[in-house]
């Protein structure tokens, strides 16, 4: 990833609305819907262990890198402005929606 902490928080953000949207539409292209069998909670799972790798990456791999360069308080400040703008980002969008329904 990127030293620009808002491009992090962006891109965690983009993989986000891909798998939701794919969670959402993906079913809907499906017809007849698929039975029920072991192969549903193997995708959960295996969905759940993507993402939260997809995101460690997005999250520490620079600050771990900066850390082990030796700067340990540039990787503490960049790996929390990331997730402050990961934050600012989440709230915009909670806002938006929340004007929306009204």
Same mark, same amino acid.
């Not at 798998?19 to 499906?30: D, E, H, T």
């Not at 959960?44 to 999250?59: D, E």
């Not at 700067?71 to 990961?86: I, S």
């Given at each position: 990833?990127?030293?620009?902490? &808002? &491009?992090?928080?962006?891109?965690?953000?983009?993989? %986000?609305?891909?798998?939701? !949207?794919?969670? @959402?539409?993906?079913?809907?292209?499906? +017809?007849? !819907?698929?039975? +029920?069998?072991?192969?549903?909670?193997?995708?959960? &799972?295996?969905? #759940?262990? /993507?993402? =939260?790798?997809?995101?460690?990456?997005? @999250? #520490?791999?620079?600050? @771990?890198? %900066?850390? @082990? +360069?030796?700067?340990?308080?540039?990787?503490?400040?960049? #790996?929390?402005?990331?997730? /402050?703008?990961?934050?600012? %980002?989440? =709230?915009?969008?909670? &806002?938006? #929606?929340? %004007?929306?329904?009204?």
């Amino acid at each position: 990833m990127t030293k620009n902490p &808002i &491009i992090n928080a962006l891109m965690a953000t983009l993989y %986000i609305v891909v798998v939701a !949207s794919v969670m @959402f539409y993906g079913p809907k292209l499906i +017809e007849p !819907s698929p039975k +029920e069998t072991v192969i549903i909670p193997i995708m959960v &799972i295996s969905l #759940f262990t /993507l993402s =939260a790798a997809v995101m460690g990456y997005l @999250f #520490f791999y620079q600050p @771990f890198q %900066i850390y @082990f +360069e030796g700067d340990k308080k540039r990787a503490v400040k960049l #790996f929390l402005q990331t997730v /402050l703008a990961f934050a600012i %980002i989440t =709230a915009l969008i909670l &806002i938006k #929606f929340y %004007i929306l329904a009204l």
